[in-house]
């Protein structure tokens, strides 16, 4: 079954400086691989998403990330932080097959600090 | 257009009673999704629902849990005699279907369950 580890709940980042947060996967062929944010009592949002094509993926708010088959990773980043950025981050991956249903890592928690 | 939406969005309830929410799709989207999001915790997957085929309830916790589609509209989770581990956030995505599976899942912005 593929799975994703997200490292450190909690990540702190000053405002301007650069947003990088770690996504490695599991699975047993080539994934799709999604980013996903929450803000406050809201839903999910999709960021931007991996499914073959581009390596480097661009998304929403200025945010990318790259697909690295090698190190089996997929962090995002985003070269200076807003305040607007705080909110919670999800990684997950998906099977190209059957249900596609997403496996999500812990999630990072972001906090900007002025 | 409009988004998934869930109701209800909060909902507390004592130890051992049932309850049931509410997810309405996105129009036209066949495929539903039911996941579920504890403190401190990723989502889980629960079950999917694609069309009128039947259900993969591979995610469900326990026979407490089940869930019912009518065709491609509304779908409801019960919990049956609850119990405190219940207490999470319920998920509700949905997504239309082509081949290769790449479209995005659309979630709502989920019901938060509290069990006493």
């Known amino acids: 079954a593929q799975s994703v580890t997200q490292l450190g709940s909690h990540v702190s980042v000053s405002e301007g400086a650069l947003v990088l947060l770690r996504c490695n996967y599991s699975s047993s062929v080539p994934p799709y691989l999604f980013w996903y944010v929450q803000y406050p009592n809201q839903g999910l949002q999709l960021l931007l998403k991996y499914t073959s094509a581009a390596t480097l993926v661009k998304g929403i708010n200025g945010f990318e990330a790259e697909f690295k088959k090698s190190e089996t990773s997929f962090h995002l980043t985003k070269p200076s932080a807003h305040m607007s950025d705080a909110a919670e981050y999800f990684c997950a991956v998906s099977l190209p097959y059957g249900n596609n249903r997403l496996a999500f890592g812990k999630g990072n928690q972001v906090v900007v600090i002025p | 257009g409009a988004g998934v939406s869930q109701s209800p969005s909060n909902k507390v309830t004592e130890k051992g009673k049932d309850v049931e929410l509410r997810c309405d799709p996105i129009s036209g989207h066949t495929a539903l999704y039911w996941y579920r999001q504890r403190l401190g915790q990723g989502l889980e997957f629960l079950i999917y629902?694609?069309?009128?085929?039947?259900?993969?309830k591979s995610g469900l916790p326990s026979d407490r849990f089940s869930a019912e589609r009518t065709g491609e509209s509304v779908s409801t989770l019960t919990i049956q005699r609850t119990q405190q581990e219940d207490s999470a956030v319920y998920l509700c995505?949905?997504?239309?279907?082509?081949?290769?599976?790449?479209?995005?899942?659309?979630f709502g912005p989920g019901t938060r369950l509290l069990v006493l």
């Open positions: 629902f694609q069309g009128n085929s039947a259900p993969d």
């Open positions: 995505a949905s997504r239309s279907l082509t081949s290769g599976g790449q479209e995005t899942q659309y």
